[in-house]
């Protein structure tokens, strides 16, 4: 177990992506925090978003020209 410090603007962000009242900061970080220079790691994390909307991937496509 280890302490951390963080800003008061950090703090509210992590608190943001608790799911329910019980879930720890540990578990947050371990979930969304993908492993330092891992491509499986974010290949994992890409597919686990949304599909884009039509507007989105206009706008990325326009973006990567």
Do not use: H, N
Not at 18 to 36: A, G, H
Not at 45 to 56: C, D, G, K, N
Request: aromatic residues 6%.
């Amino acid at each position: 177990m280890k302490t951390i410090s963080l800003t008061e603007e950090a703090y509210q962000r992590l608190l943001m992506w608790k799911e329910t009242p019980r879930d720890s900061f540990s578990r947050v970080v371990l979930r969304i925090v993908p492993p330092k220079y891992s491509g499986a790691a974010v290949l994992e994390a890409a597919q686990s978003l949304p599909p884009l909307t039509e507007e989105q991937e206009m706008i990325l496509r326009e973006t990567c020209r």
